[in-house]
């Protein structure tokens, strides 16, 4: 039955044939890029997160983000972000890829890619840099403006002094 609702949210997905050739493949949430067929650039990482801005849904706060985390072997999971009008209820697109990632069986990140439209860096909120730390301490975190500027974090940098599952053996 799980395979059968899986495949139906894929073939009702806007993410047709026709529309994935613009982008990088790994921008649908449901396809993942596989570093044994060719190793994903940076530039490549940052287009997959940016490609996510058109998919976010903030009808309230109107700020799309876009993520596209890397795991350590390679794959690429992305995720926008999710509002709901019951705010604490959404989910930041950080969470979102971390989420579809743990999903799939993958709890080893490389680097992450955060996007936005603004003029500033778009920085993970607190809540996501700690489900960051949660799987991967020293985080890559790779964050752009509006413009494609970005500007590169160590998760350290984000969250020092940080609690992790250590502290709870």
């Known amino acids: 039955m799980r395979a059968t609702a899986l495949l139906y949210i894929m073939i009702r997905s806007p993410w047709t044939r026709e529309r994935r050739m613009s982008v990088p ?9 596989n570093k044994e067929e060719s190793a994903m650039t940076r530039e490549e ?3 997959a997160a940016v490609s996510m801005l058109d998919r976010a849904y903030c009808p309230y706060s109107r700020f799309p983000v876009g ?11 992305t995720g926008c972000n999710v509002e709901n009008a ?37 920085t993970p909120c607190g ?16 964050c752009l403006n509006g413009a494609g500027e970005e500007r590169s974090f160590t998760l350290p940098e984000l969250l020092p002094h940080s609690f992790g599952p250590e502290f709870l053996e």
């Open 86 to 122: 019951a705010y604490p209820a959404g989910i930041c697109a950080e969470r979102n890829a971390i989420s579809h990632a743990v999903a799939e069986g993958h709890t080893r990140f490389r680097r992450i890619v955060i996007a936005g439209q603004g003029e500033d860096f778009c």
């Open 127 to 142: 809540i996501c840099r700690q489900v960051m730390r949660e799987f991967a301490p020293e985080l890559e975190v790779i």
């Open 67 to 77: 993520a596209a985390l890397e795991c350590e072997e390679g794959t690429v999971y």
């Open 25 to 33: 493949s790994c921008t649908s949430p449901w396809e993942k890029f």
């Open 45 to 47: 990482l940052k287009a």
